[in-house]
Nanobody, 126 residues
Framework: QVQLVESGGGLVQAGGSLRLSCAAS????????MGWFRQAPGKEREFVAT?????????YYADSVKGRFAISRDNAKNTVYLQMNSLKPEDTAVYYC??????????????????WGQGTQVTVSS
């Protein structure tokens, strides 16, 4: 199996930046993609971004974060990052790292991801 541990969450002012990290361990070779989802209080979990774990793999973003967030990888460390810029209060949520082991391009479907981290809280104040 794959274990995922998120870090880097915290409190930041609107317009600020934050970088989340997700360290993967275990059978990391089985991962086809690694992505980020978030869940705000009282709302459903939503897709944020994902990246194919192959070298120079493509990235995909939710419309709500395009131009502001960037997902990246450090393959040597089995770590994926989410650089969040121009943060807004509506970005406040628990952010989850997830690993997809199945093939296909349904990147935004949370049920396509088999492994999940415990989440890290991101709070953006106004």
């Amino acid at each position: 199996q794959v274990q995922l541990v998120e870090s880097g969450g915290g409190l930041v002012q609107a317009g600020g930046s934050l970088r989340l990290s997700c360290a993967a361990s275990g059978r990391t070779f089985s991962m086809y993609a690694m992505g980020w989802f978030r869940q705000a209080p009282g709302k459903e979990r939503e897709f944020v971004a994902t990246t194919i774990t192959w070298r120079d793999g493509p990235t995909y973003y939710a419309d709500s974060v395009k131009g502001r967030f960037a997902i990246s990888r450090d393959n040597a460390k089995n770590t994926v990052y989410l650089q969040m810029n121009s943060l807004k209060p509506e970005d406040t949520a628990v952010y989850y790292c997830a690993a997809k082991v199945s093939y296909g391009n349904r990147w935004s479907d949370q049920y396509e991801y088999a492994y999940w981290g415990q989440g890290t809280q991101v709070t953006v104040s106004s």
